[in-house]
């Protein structure tokens, strides 16, 4: 598989530099932007909210037990709570409680609340999919695109390359008068057109740099090669 190859530098101190190379293939360009884009750690949120809510929801059906108690301890004279006496002596006291609370009806609200929540809970859960089907659709545009560009580019050096050697014999042909001078013009015509494609292929190269830069959301000092 063509990669691409990502050209960094990391500065080590003030006044040196080091250069780092990081080959990246479309797999591992899925997995960077599937772990830094911010939508979709949004959308993870807010389905863990939603998973939340929902199990919270289920629990209102559920009737609650609650459990106190309590310990104490007396000094000196007091009142002992048993004997309801005056006494000299330290004397200690407790006591447990229990409260239960069920919902028998509430007017269909807790059925209800259910169904909201598990409604919320499944669109969550569709739109945490759906955003990390478009990231990676992006991504494989973006990637595929950087390599279109990539072949049409050396395909315009080629050319550029090419149209100067035949300029370059031309031009001695015609040095010598075995051709018209208009062969050579033609030629260097040639040439300023294969030299101005060769410039809109490094721009629309890097432009399709650029974009994947941004949806792998790399750090701006990151340079791909």
């Known amino acids: 598989m063509l990669r691409i190859l990502l050209v960094f530098f990391i500065s080590f101190n003030l006044h040196s530099q080091s250069n ?94 259910i169904k909201k929540s598990k409604t919320l809970l499944e669109k969550s859960v569709f739109d945490l999919e759906n955003t990390r089907n478009n990231v990676m659709l992006s991504v494989v545009s973006s990637y595929l695109n950087v390599l279109l560009n990539t072949d049409r580019l050396d395909n315009s050096r080629f050319q550029v390359q090419s149209t100067q050697e035949q300029l370059s014999r031309t031009s001695k042909l015609v040095d010598a008068g075995s051709i018209p001078v208009i062969n050579k013009l033609n030629l260097e015509a040639q040439l300023a057109g294969d030299e101005l494609s060769l410039i809109q292929q490094e721009n629309n190269y890097r432009l399709s740099i650029l974009q994947l830069k941004q949806l792998l959301l790399l750090e701006t000092n990151k340079e791909i090669k």
């Open 20 to 113: 780092k190379y990081l080959e990246l293939d479309l797999q591992q360009c899925l997995e960077i932007a599937l772990e830094n884009n911010l939508q979709l750690k949004r959308s993870i949120i807010n389905e863990q909210i939603q998973k939340v809510g929902y199990n919270q929801s289920l629990l209102q059906q559920v009737p609650t037990l609650n459990l106190f108690s309590n310990y104490g301890n007396n000094y000196g004279r007091s009142i002992d709570p048993t004997t309801n006496t005056f006494i000299s002596n330290n004397s200690s006291f407790s006591g447990v409680s229990a409260s239960s609370n069920m919902n028998i009806f509430s007017g269909f609200s807790v059925r209800n609340n």
